[in-house]
């Protein structure tokens, strides 16, 4: 995520404009097209509801059939007396011809059957011979039980063989029960097939099914045989057995020409208040969605047209107007990058020209200024190498000074060991052996005169001890004799092992004799730093380490004690540790090299000298000599 944040932020103006149009109008076309979805399925809505209503009217057509039937039935009840055990029934005779041939939904018969469930009188003759026990239907048994208005299952009527439904209802007598009328309603009539012709005219694949709740064709446009098992069974007992309104896409169940088996069909189911029975109302759903789906790809092509043409003209027109704040842009960065030669020109007119010609005079005011600065550095830069060069000059000076007087200390302190040596060494020597002479010339008798000799021998001898090791400080002679290590080795036996210090040396990779200026530079060095382990460290052990590694000597004093801590070194009471390390490091820095300190509190000390061998500057002659 932030590298791509880093790679937007690196971005062009023009990009990051052309960026942020695309992404605008990307999401106003995902805006356009998610409300265009949403009207989209708000018409399939309408679709489905149509479907429904439609259902819902052919179920309520049927229902209007179904309720013509009662009606009439109820009225013959009402206009003749339909008692079985009149003598005189031509009055019922009349009323069921008349019925039956007026209004036409009765064409495959009515009947009157007595309280046992015995036919009296039928209609058309031969429909049900006279007295014929019927009470074994169920239709006419739930009837004779009830003694209410029933609605048959579907059967085949004994005069044509013809699918019929039968309608019954009760005749009664004052609250008594007397027989029941019974009409046969053809399921092929037009009173039932044609809501459902009518309901089917959806499209080429649209049709109408009237269905029991065994999901069995009553009526159908499809040509299905009755009481078979509906293309839709599974939906249809569902819905039959839910009783309510519903719009669902289905499989297709049978298997029938041009129609494949698994092929989706969007069903409305309504179901009859009269009967266990539903009308359902459909069609395919590529055939059902039709005009939605035209009209998504409509939506969608306009939408893609018109946002693209309004896209690329609003890119276009963006693009004329970065154009020159590009080329302000690129002037600008000429100008940073140094070209302030080069003139800007901006064609435009309005801000952009005023911008531009704010920085063409901004482009002068730099040109002129650069000039007047060039020649400022010029004199600047003379003045300054005139300086560095005294300053160098100075230095080397200061240098060759210090080295001089240095080297006029070692000097004077071997003059001062000689004489000291040559001199009062000497006398003291006489001293000490003249007064061996007169001791031994003493006669016995003179004890006390001997004793006093003897006290002036000794202190004859402690001088000399005394004189000798301020000879061997100024400048011992087993350094200019033997070299570097023994003079090193000769320290610590005078200065740390005295006091129960263990010091160990370690050489690898050292020539025998090193220059004599480096012998004095780390002899004098070493010297010092085990003057301050002896003073400060109260350390148990003290390691020094000589090596030569790419053309230098290094040597490297570390003790176990209890440490200082470095930045506090100058603010404390010890200035004459501080000026100490200083001396350290002006004799390094006199042969070219350099003194590291490393040290912290309870963590010991470690001091390093580093020295160039290859390069060690010999004042001969005012020449450079390099020493190998």
Sequence with gaps: MRHMRHRLLNLGLWPRMALAISVGFLALFIAFALLGERVLRDSASRLLEE???????AAGRIDGVLEQAISELQQARRFADFNPTDSNLVPEVTMIAYTYGRVGLF???IAFLDARGHVVLSHPPGLYPSGADLSHLSHIAEALTSHEVTVSEPFRDPLKNRPVVAITVPVLDGGRFLGLLSGLIDLNSSAITAPLEQ????GHTGHAILVDGDGRVLASTLGLPVLSPGEHATFYRRAVSEGRPVVETVPFELDLSGEPQGHPHVMAFAPLRLAPWGVAVG???GETFASVIRLRIGLALLSIAALSCIWGATLIGTRRLVRPVQRLTEAAQRIASGDLDTPLQAPEGGEIETMAAALERMRTLLLANIEELASWNQTLETRVAERTEELRRQQALTRQLLRRAITAQEEERARLSRELHDEIGQTLT???????GLARALPAEEAQTRERLD???RLTEHALADLRRVIAALRPGVLDQLGLLPALS???????????MKVTIESDGLPKRLPGEIEIVLFRIAQEAMSNVARHSQANHLHIRLHRADGRIVMTLTDDGRGFDLSALADGPNHDRGLGLAGMQERASLAGGQVTIESAPGQGTTVQVVIPIA????????QREDSV
């Design 51 to 57: 479907r429904l209503v439609i259902a819902q009217m």
């Design 107 to 109: 064409a495959s018969g």
């Design 199 to 202: 309901a089917a005219a959806l």
């Design 283 to 285: 069609g395919d759903v």
């Design 430 to 436: 006489a001293v000490q052996l003249s007064l061996d």
């Design 455 to 457: 006290r002036a021998r």
């Design 490 to 500: 000769w320290i610590a036996d005078h200065t740390l092992r005295p006091l129960g």
């Design 615 to 622: 390069e060690v500057v010999n004042e001969v002659g005012g």
